[in-house]
């Protein structure tokens, strides 16, 4: 029901811009939230939008990363600036009607099925 797109291979310093889409729901009512997973390390939140529009960051993304909402586009975007190699990643977006406790990945419900991310 998500699925993301927006993913790549940039230089250090560049921007990409990540989309998470759902086409058979509006996003109104859930929480989103960005994560990433690099080999061999735990899932970790970047981001997440509330129902209220409230966004909270990971402090290694502060000042780089911008989560934002367009609800009639039903798409969640990761606006992310100022990359480095750390940033390397498969990023997944993930949705929940509750009360999910970001950063904790295991209390999101809806997940897509990531999108790559590639520092040099």
């Known amino acids: 029901q998500l699925v993301e797109s927006g993913g790549g291979s940039v230089q250090a310093g560049g921007s990409l811009r990540l989309s998470c889409s759902t086409s058979?729901?509006?996003?109104?009512?859930?929480?989103v939230g960005w994560f990433r997973q690099a080999p061999g390390k735990e899932r970790e939140g970047v981001a997440d939008?509330?129902?209220?529009?409230?966004?909270r960051y990971a402090d290694s993304v502060k000042g780089r990363f911008t989560i934002s909402l367009d609800n009639a586009k039903s798409t969640v975007y990761l606006h992310m600036t100022n990359l480095n190699p750390e940033d390397t990643a498969m990023y997944y977006c993930?949705?929940?009607?509750?009360?999910?406790?970001?950063?904790?990945?295991?209390?999101?419900?809806?997940w897509g099925q990531g999108t790559q991310v590639t520092v040099s």
């Open positions: 993930a949705g929940d009607r509750g009360e999910p406790r970001w950063p904790t990945a295991s209390t999101f419900a809806y």
């Open positions: 058979k729901y509006t996003y109104s009512g859930y929480c």
């Open positions: 939008i509330s129902r209220t529009d409230a966004v």
